[in-house]
């Protein structure tokens, strides 16, 4: 198991054991943005050695890819977890969205083994951010009153909330800049990275363990679709990372971005969107359930499914 991993199990056991460990306030709203920033900005300077044109078509699948997963993930939820149509499409969205931390945490699983990827993959996580949510709003609207929905705070909320302004505008500082541009901020935003990384699972494991309760109230139904979704995620990104001629380590990426979900854009859109659903359901889901499942055994079994297919 990776050390970084294990700090998220440090806070997950500390808050079950009551401990009086915790983050400052100001310190978790600085980690996260420094990782989005980090993250955003090594994936411009990657993409700024890209022909833009060639990046096109994967960027474009990739994004099918987003709108796909919710899709799968509604009638599952709807149809056999017979979830009304608002908790099932809130979920479902916060299933084709992703989450950042667990992307972090595979890149340096992959580093930490040698294995090369595609570096400007975080344009992919730029891209998968908004399809799912916009597709859980419009299932949860359905046969509703779509009038009903407040479009303007929503859009607001996609396109500019801090997860996407901090992602976005890194990835274009990191293009306009280039790697040459970049030198300076070397030693603080990716020399830095992973200590950072660590100290932001820590506290993401105090945080899942205050949610844990929340898993005697929402079902058995709901943990096993938490830990079956994301395998019928990766493996539908292991496909695609194939089909469009990612390396193994880029399909690992992708795949693993499929297989997550998330638990920052998409509950503060859904708040808006989906009033009726209780996002004590989505957060349960995706920060108690699959976040660790993903940290702990996810990403490993994910490897060795793409080394099935890429041979190696």
């Not at 050695?49 to 709108?67: E, K, Y």
């Not at 599952?76 to 499409?89: H, P, Q, V």
């Not at 920052?264 to 009033?275: G, L, S």
Request: glycine residues 12%; contains cysteine; proline residues 5%.
């Amino acid at each position: 198991m990776d050390a970084i991993a294990l700090f998220f199990v440090l806070g997950f056991l500390a808050r079950l054991a009551r401990s009086d460990l915790k983050l400052p306030a100001q310190l978790y709203e600085a980690l996260s943005i420094y990782l989005l920033l980090a993250i955003g900005l090594k994936g411009g300077m990657e993409l700024a050695r890209q022909d833009p044109l060639a990046v096109l078509p994967q960027a474009s699948a990739v994004i099918v890819l987003g709108i796909l997963i919710p899709l799968i993930a509604f009638p599952i939820l709807y149809k056999l977890g017979r979830f009304d149509r608002f908790n099932a499409a809130a979920i479902a969205g916060h299933y084709g969205s992703v989450s950042v931390v667990t992307f972090a945490v595979a890149v340096d699983y992959l580093i930490a083994r040698d294995i090369p990827y595609e570096a400007y993959l975080p344009l992919f996580l730029v891209l998968l951010e908004m399809p799912g949510i916009a597709v859980g709003v419009l299932l949860a609207r359905l046969g509703g009153n779509m009038r009903e929905v407040r479009w303007g705070s929503l859009l607001h909320e996609i396109f500019l909330g801090k997860s996407m302004v901090l992602l976005a505008g890194g990835l274009l500082i990191g293009w306009a800049a280039g790697p040459d541009g970049l030198k300076p901020l070397q030693p603080f935003f990716f020399d830095l990275f992973k200590g950072a990384l660590c100290l932001f699972l820590l506290e993401m494991g105090l945080v899942a363990a205050g949610q844990a309760g929340a898993l005697r109230s929402s079902g058995l139904f709901l943990a096993g679709f938490a830990l079956g979704m994301p395998v019928v995620s990766a493996l539908l990104g292991i496909v695609l990372g194939a089909a469009i001629g990612l390396s193994a380590g880029g399909t690992l990426l992708l795949a693993t971005l499929a297989a997550s979900a998330s638990y920052i854009a998409a509950p503060a859109a859904m708040r808006i969107a989906v009033p009726e659903a209780n996002p004590g359901l989505s957060i349960t889901a995706a920060l108690v359930i699959t976040f660790p499942f993903n940290l702990l055994l996810g990403i490993p079994l994910y490897h060795r499914l793409v080394s099935l297919i890429h041979g190696g």
